[in-house]
């Protein structure tokens, strides 16, 4: 019985493994269903079953988890999905590097980022790299959620926080700030004078339970005695909310300060200050159209700081 040092899973020999075994394993693990992963494969989705139950068998270990809900990896499942990613990463390198194809400013970046800074912030500032580099074309991806560059959501990714992952390329983009809003119309039928009656107001927050960043409770960490009545788990929901004269939300100044019909509050006494990251797979960096983008992302920070940290 041998042990793979990386992942960890027992097997009795390498002589079962192939690569095509392991792409039904990544692409099973990346969308969690059978019938995804057999249209994006090409195969018929009780061949992929198969295939994952004769992996299984031969590892002699249980991958995923059934359930009506899909297929989720178990911690085993997880270490090979590790190993599985190196190896196609490193294939994928190669392959690029001999092709020159990391080379071309041509082609796709996928960039995966929050909701309110892909948005509002990145997206209107993506001329300038069009006109620079036309025949590079962007996905962006503004997500309620931290992309997982781990299931090949994005080539780059921007956070909220550093990220933990020791296998990424990761540098700090920027600090941006946020205050305290209101609608216009809000404070005219329900006038704020004084920071302690705030809690006597009605508020909009996020969703405890499933916050994607740690990062993003600061409703707690500054005003522990509210609570909020109207939660989201999307900061632009959020943003509406106040629009729409629902109460008082903590938002980003690059967001909020744009739209007239919003006031800032106390701006002295509440005063948020978080940092957003830019991380990618070493491989993924190295591709030059990933490198243009990511090198214009932190110069377009510089530039645009006024509205990041005004």
Request: hydrophobic share 40%.
């Amino acid at each position: 019985m041998q042990i793979c040092k990386t992942c960890k899973v027992k097997f009795a020999t390498l002589d079962f493994m192939n690569w095509d075994d392991l792409k039904i394993f990544l692409e099973v693990a990346k969308t969690q269903r059978l019938s995804t992963a057999s249209r994006t494969l090409n195969i018929d989705a009780s061949t992929v079953s198969r295939r994952i139950h004769q992996l299984e068998k031969s590892l002699a270990v249980r991958l995923f988890e059934r359930s009506v809900d899909g297929h989720s990896l178990t911690d085993e499942g997880q270490r090979l999905l590790l190993s599985a990613q190196q190896m196609e990463q490193s294939l994928q390198g190669c392959v690029a590097s001999l092709q020159g194809l990391d080379l071309d400013e041509s082609g796709l970046v996928r960039l995966g980022t929050t909701e309110a800074f892909g948005n509002y912030f990145v997206v209107p500032n993506l001329g300038s790299f069009q006109q620079q580099h036309p025949d590079i074309n962007i996905d962006v991806l503004p997500l309620p959620r931290v992309v997982k560059l781990s299931r090949h959501e994005a080539d780059i990714a921007i956070t909220v926080g550093k990220p933990r992952q020791t296998s990424l390329v990761v540098t700090k983009l920027c600090d941006y700030r946020l205050k305290l809003y209101a609608s216009r119309d809000y404070l005219a039928n329900n006038p704020v004078r004084d920071i302690e009656q705030l809690e006597l107001h009605k508020w909009i927050g996020y969703v405890d339970s499933i916050d994607f960043a740690p990062q993003l409770s600061y409703l707690s960490d500054f005003l522990p005695q509210v609570n909020p009545q109207i939660k989201s788990s999307s900061v632009i929901a959020q943003y509406l909310a106040v629009k729409n004269n629902l109460g008082l939300a903590i938002l980003p100044c690059f967001m909020a300060d744009q739209d007239d019909q919003l006031q800032a509050l106390f701006e002295g006494d509440i005063n948020v200050v978080r940092e957003f990251y830019l991380m990618a797979y070493p491989d993924n960096k190295r591709v030059k159209r990933v490198e243009l983008l990511w090198g214009y992302l932190k110069q377009l920070v510089k530039k645009q700081k006024h509205l990041l940290m005004p």
